[in-house]
Every structure is written in C-alpha cells, then in structure tokens.
C-alpha cells in the first residue's frame, strides 16, 4: 500500500474493535494450555500480526509472543502499546528461527494475502521450527459463507483468493503435521440456538465466516493425548447444516399454513 496509514485505517473501519478481536482469538487458549505444562519456555511467532490483539492476550497467558507485520501503520498499534513486534516478512522471519525452537507459529488473516506456493513454505518451515506438539495456527475468512466467498472477501484489496477448509486442511496434513482440526468462527449465536426459523437471507450469509485450521507437529502419544479435548471439539456452522434447518422450517411452515387452510377435521 503507498499510503503508509491506509491499512491500519481499513482494519479499524472493517476488522472490528480491539475489544472484539481480542474476545474472538480467546476460543484457541484451549489448545494452547498444554503447551504451558509442556515448555518452561513458551515461545510464538505470530505472521501478520496487525495490532496485536493476540500478542496481548498470549502475553497476558504466560507465553513470550514475538510479532511480525510489513504494514508500518500496523505496526504502530503495537509499538504504541509495547508488544515485541518488527517490521519485515513472515516467511523470511520464520527462515531465520532455529529448528524447535517455537511453542506455537500464528497467522491471523495473512494466508489469503499470499501466492500458495508462498503459504506451502510458511507450513513448511512453520513445521520446522515447532517444538514437538506444538501448534500451528491459520486463521482466514470462510469461502463457505456464500456472501463471504463471492462478496465480502474481496473487500480488502490485498486478498489474492479465498482458501476453502478442506484445502488448508490437506496443506498441512500433507506437509506433515500429525494432525489438524477446522475450527469455524464468528457466527450468529442466534443461528446456533436456533432461536427461530432460518430465513433464505440467513442461508447467504450466515454460515460462520472465518475459520481456522489448528494443526499439530508430532510428539509422543502422552503429550499429544493432553490436546485431545479441543481437537475433539466440533466449532461453528457450516452450509449443509444451516441449508438443512432452512429446508426443515421451511416445510414445517407450510405444513402448518395447510393445515390452516383446510381446517380442523370433521
């Protein structure tokens, strides 16, 4: 961007609140507590890391959480506040880490700002410099959501293609992480409750509209087991479901408007 204030300006107007964000990224602290019982020393790279929400909160967690942004206005947000964070590039910063040196390697809304060859060597050497359990996390918006995938992802000038989840799913299956785990996000919980009949309008663009792949480098089955709870977990609503509840208010509302019209038996 030539304006060096243009992206912090368009986060503020259209990422949300810091408030918000920072109430949002709390639902991966379960998948980060073991680390806690794991390493004395918890260590994270956080690609991207905008204002530094998660920097925040991770510090407030224990862990010692460095950042790392291209966009100076970004950046500003965290220096302001006082967050280990640098200006450069995430893959080039995660190049310069030693093998086994990171507890967890984030990355909240960058991979859909890079070519996929460049996101295949992210998940590459984020494997690489993980400690053994250790998490890699991909935060981007959810192709799924109708009015995400064919409007709203575009937005932001700098997206080069929506990802769907099975696609970053394989990437890091493929790569070598042990395992992975879909963590869809930020949905009405209205919707979830299904508080009243779901509406065609709800169908659009309703299904949750950011999702998150949690994956996990190998260690042995006593460390793994104490993630076992999170990556069991199901997380938000996807199109075949919330289609599914459409179709089913849907019939039951005409057969309750049919049986009004014929009436009581006789």
Known sequence: MSDAHFYRAFEDRHRGS?????????????????????YEEAVVLDMGCGRGEWLELLGEEGF????????????????????SAEQGDALESLKRLPDASQCVVSGFHIA???PFATLQE????????????????????NAENLVVGSCSFYLDPTHQRPLPPLL???????TGF??????????????????APVTLLQ?????????????????????????????????GLTLEALAAQYENDLRTTLRAELLQELGPPS
């Open 203 to 235: 169908v659009l663009s309703g299904v949750s509209p950011d999702y998150a792949i949690v994956a996990q480098k190998s260690a042995s089955a006593e460390n793994l087991a104490l993630f076992d709870v999170p990556f069991a977990q199901e997380y």
């Open 178 to 195: 042990v395992r992975n785990k879909i963590l869809r996000l930020q949905e009405s919980p209205d919707l979830v409750a299904h508080s």
């Open 122 to 141: 992210m998940v590459a050497e984020a494997l690489r410099v993980l400690k053994p359990a250790g998490l890699l996390i991909l935060e981007t918006p």
């Open 112 to 114: 859909e700002h890079v």
């Open 64 to 83: 010692t959480a460095h950042g790392v942004d291209l966009d100076a206005g970004m950046l500003a947000a965290c220096q302001e506040r006082g967050f």
């Open 168 to 174: 970053l799913s394989f990437l890091t299956e493929h």
């Open 18 to 38: 810091r408030a918000l964000i920072k109430s949002r990224v709390r639902v991966y602290l379960p998948f980060l507590a073991p680390l806690r019982t794991l």
